[in-house]
């Protein structure tokens, strides 16, 4: 089964607003609190390890964000579970997901991973016309497991360091290289480009905007649920559990070194492909 990081909004409804997260992180940059001296040696390497230099600015825009989620997220995330029959809800996280799948491509190509991206846009293919636009989950089922790439992964395999930790208003927890890669995802992404570009439909965007933000509260109210209760400073729990999530996401699963030592080359990886597209091993037509 599919799974999704509660800690991050979706691409398709982050898009939407990058012009303005990409400004107000420029604004909110110079903000930032005063690094203890090097004397403070116990200070200084926690200052460091937490990477977290607007820390009070930061807790004013989760305490709104906190606030905005409280009385208007979450309950509309409720009411779409009470309202919206079980069935519906599921094709309706298949067919966001569905979008999502050519900017994974998109970003498997930029990362050379052309595997993972025969992957990402069989799928992409598959679910759109056996899975009826992507409301059926069909890939997954004979054996094309779903993945997550955006450019936020991308700028770090090519090395491009995270920088402080940023709050993001309506976003939540994020990074300065994050911030960026949402400019860089509303630009890139074909799904984007067609719908506000070739086809000049921003009505339809903005609804499947909406849409999508909705779907991914729903899916995190539980997730959520459990970080408060378990949380004695939940801003400190987001923080580190987004930071954990995003790692593993950029890392694909693999320890850190292996991103410096994947020698694996492009027909490797089109075996593995073609692998899983016959499990049997009967030799294909």
Sequence with gaps: MRTHSAL???????????????LLTS???????????KNDVVGYQEFKRINDPIEPLNRVVFSINEAGDKYVAKPLAQGYRFIIPGFLRRGISNFMGNLE???????DILQAQPGRALVS?????????????GLLEVGENIGL????????QTFAVWGIPAGPYVVLPFFGPSSVRGTFSEVANY????????LDQVVNAKGLSLGLTGLDVIDARYRNLDT??????????????????????????????????????????????????????????????
Aim: glycine share 6%; net charge negative.
């Design 187 to 194: 630009f890139g992404d074909p799904v984007s480009i067609v």
């Design 27 to 37: 604004l909110i940059a110079a903000g930032c609190a005063t690094v203890p001296s």
């Design 224 to 285: 959520l649920n459990e970080l408060r209760r378990g949380s004695i400073d939940f801003y400190a729990t987001v923080r580190s559990s987004y930071r954990q999530n995003r790692e593993a996401e950029i890392r694909n699963g693999k320890r850190s070194n292996d991103l410096e030592n994947n020698e694996d080359d492009f027909f490797d990886d089109v075996e593995k492909f073609e692998d899983s597209m016959n499990p049997t091993g009967t030799e294909l037509d």
């Design 145 to 152: 497991e779903r993945h997550e790439e955006d450019f936020g």
């Design 121 to 133: 846009l069989s799928r992409f293919v598959i679910n759109s016309t056996a899975g009826i636009g």
């Design 8 to 22: 991050r909004a979706r691409p398709l409804a982050a898009r939407k607003l990058s012009p303005f997260i990409f």
């Design 101 to 107: 799948e050519p900017l994974t491509f998109v970003n």
